[in-house]
Every structure is written in structure tokens, then in C-alpha cells.
């Protein structure tokens, strides 16, 4: 007993292990929040007045270019995100693809447009679509246009 004691003890004096530990620690830490704040997530909450908004984003002109799923809780009416993929799954129909993006310190899942291919982990997209809550509890941006990625 006293052994084990004794092990355990002389290996956590080591205060040049425990430094550069801390180092280590530190520095991925900072690789983490500089990855997670690269990128944006704009939301438009209402449809703008009017056919068009001259003050509105360029982007703005792809949030009515397709039908929003009636299944799903719509959160606002558009949204662009523009992250870093970090997961991507398939389904439930064999060409509906989810990726995760992060981007701006938020994750958003993006459901891409039917029969458009995964992007890779670590790529950038950019995305526009309508945001609904996910069937998870999720924010989910439908992808009527992909604009990067």
C-alpha cells in the first residue's frame, strides 16, 4: 500500500510535466475558439415588406426559392450560415444529407438540397434557407441555396 502511495505520489511531482500539460491545454483551447468563432450565422426573422429590399442582404433573394417543410416548427424566415463542417449523416431518404456547421460560436445543422453530395469535415459552407427547430430540438437551416461549400 505504501508503494502505490509512493508511485502515485512521485509521479504527480513532476512540475515540468505539469507545465507543459498546461501549455498544451492552453494551446488547444485557442485552436478550439479560433475554429469556432471563423464564420457567421445571419437570421432575417420576418418575410421584408414589399417584393424586393433594396437595405436587405444580396443574399436575401434566396430565402423564397423553394417550399418549406410543413413537418417543422419554422423559426424565422431565413438564415445564412457560413461555418465549418464538423459532422455530416444521411437520411432518413437515401438523398437527404445533415451536416453540422459551426460557425460564429452557434452550431446549426444545414439540410442540404435533395441529391447535392455531403461536403467534406473541414470545409467551409455557406448555406441560405428558412430556420426550423430540427425533429431533436436543433436549429436547422433548410438549404435552398448552398453559395459555398
Known sequence: MRTALGRIR????RP?????????????FCILLVGAAQGSVEVISRHPVGASNP???????????????EDRLR??????????VLASTR????????VAVIGGFHLTIVRLPD?????AVGTRLVA???LVRARDGQREVQA??????
Do not use: K, N
Open 10 to 13: 512521485l509521479a504527480l511531482d
Open 128 to 130: 441560405v434557407g428558412p
Open 144 to 149: 435552398f441555396r448552398v453559395l459555398h461549400g
Open 55 to 69: 437595405r436587405g442582404p444580396s443574399w436575401e433573394r434566396w430565402c423564397g426559392a423553394g417550399v418549406v417543410r
Open 16 to 28: 515540468r510535466l505539469w507545465r507543459v500539460t498546461a501549455i498544451l491545454a492552453g494551446l488547444l
Open 115 to 119: 441529391g447535392r453530395p455531403a461536403p
Open 91 to 98: 437520411g432518413p431518404s437515401p438523398v437527404e444529407h445533415h
Open 75 to 84: 423559426l424565422a424566415y431565413c438564415a445564412r450560415v457560413d461555418g465549418i
